[in-house]
């Protein structure tokens, strides 16, 4: 009786081992597919590769997002700002004598050469961060899941890129010629040696100002992804601001 009591038991153990075996293929199948390395462009920690693809790329998206809103205040003010002062230029001309008209031309003129950089080359992260959106909303399926991601992180590398060359030492530099070169016209074209002054300096401040208040929150937050710190929002405070601005030369 124990022989034939064994062999229904024997036959339900073999049952259920082929069954979990079976069972386990496509978890571990699955488990292998949810991991993503990162991009080689990234120099990244080697334990992001084992944080899950999906939050990466949430974290991602999230970050982008939250730039391109800040990205697009700031072209906004600054663009509607200058824009402004270069249209007050303009509307002054008819009251002031024929001879000091090409000083007020010449302030429009600058403002113009202000405005259009921003319309013409907008920063890098207004685009990419609305495109990601819109790829990671369309859906993906599990085996183009690191593709969309490796699309992620070349983005935050590009825009966190951009932004710093946004603030190199030659930006600096050009605006120094410009505005040297604004005071020179009016000075030495129309012995208008004051307005000159005044409009080069007026430049030169606006300028540096507009360098020197580029977004740098990429910067940041590629510098949080590539340590495998997600939980960092890429905002450092005073100490990060300082650190942001010395490397920029």
Avoid at 71 to 93: P, Y
């Amino acid at each position: 009786m124990r022989a034939n009591a064994s062999g229904p038991a024997s036959a339900a153990v073999a049952v259920a081992v082929a069954v979990a075996t079976i069972s386990a293929g496509p978890a571990e199948r699955g488990a292998h597919a949810a991991r993503c390395a990162p991009s080689v462009k990234l120099a990244a920690d080697p334990r992001l590769g084992d944080v899950a693809p999906e939050t990466r790329l949430a974290w991602i998206d999230a970050r982008l997002a939250l730039a391109r809103r800040s990205a697009l205040a700031w072209s906004w003010a600054w663009g509607g700002g200058i824009g402004l002062s270069g249209v007050a230029s303009l509307a002054v001309v008819p009251f002031v004598s024929r001879g000091e008209r090409v000083d007020w031309y010449t302030s429009a003129a600058s403002a113009a050469v202000g405005v259009i950089p921003l319309a013409v080359a907008p920063l890098a992260v207004i685009r990419d961060a609305r495109e990601l959106h819109a790829r990671r909303g369309a859906g993906a399926t599990p085996s183009d899941l690191c593709a969309l991601l490796a699309d992620a992180e070349t983005r935050l590398v590009r825009d966190a890129d951009d932004q710093r060359k946004q603030q190199a030492w030659w930006f600096h530099a050009g605006n120094v010629a410009f505005n040297t070169g604004v005071t020179l016209f009016l000075g030495l074209g129309f012995h208008h040696w004051t307005s000159g002054i005044i409009n080069g300096a007026a430049g030169l401040v606006v300028g540096e100002a507009l360098i020197l208040t580029q977004l740098t929150r990429t910067i940041d937050d590629l510098r949080a992804y590539r340590s495998g710190d997600l939980a960092a929002t890429g905002e450092g405070g005073a100490a990060s601001l300082a650190w942001s601005y010395v490397s920029r030369f």
